[in-house]
Nanobody, 120 residues
Framework: QVQLVESGGGLVQPGGSLRLACTASGSNFALAAMNWYRQTPGKQRQLVAAITSGGSANYADSVKGRFTISRDNAKNTAYLQMNSLKPEDTAVYYC??????????????WGQGTQVTISS
């Protein structure tokens, strides 16, 4: 059973920065794609950034140039560096992992979420 624990959320002013971290338990971290989602009241959970097991990253248009996703396989941790933050970035941010081992079914795990608030 894979468990994900998020940290690093908080309150910052517009233009500020935060770095979120997601630490995973289990032995298959290096094989998994790691993803960051966010959700605001009244909206569906949306993919913000994704990184493959090989290190290729993709971003939602709304955060391109401002957010960077990375991973440290030795620490079983994925990160989301958020710069030039805007009020519209306010949301609960969720870490997600997905992997599919041979002869097994696809696996998915979610973190509990961490609140990010951008306000003056």
């Amino acid at each position: 059973q894979v468990q994900l624990v998020e940290s690093g959320g908080g309150l910052v002013q517009p233009g500020g920065s935060l770095r979120l971290a997601c630490t995973a338990s289990g032995s298959n971290f290096a094989l998994a794609a790691m993803n960051w989602y966010r959700q605001t009241p009244g909206k569906q959970r949306q993919l913000v950034a994704a990184i493959t097991s090989g290190g290729s990253a993709n971003y939602a248009d709304s955060v391109k140039g401002r957010f960077t996703i990375s991973r440290d396989n030795a620490k079983n941790t994925a990160y989301l560096q958020m710069n030039s933050l805007k009020p519209e970035d306010t949301a609960v941010y969720y870490c997600n992992s997905r992997y599919h081992l041979p002869f097994d079914k696809p696996r998915e795990s979610w973190g509990q979420g961490t609140q990010v608030t951008i306000s003056s």
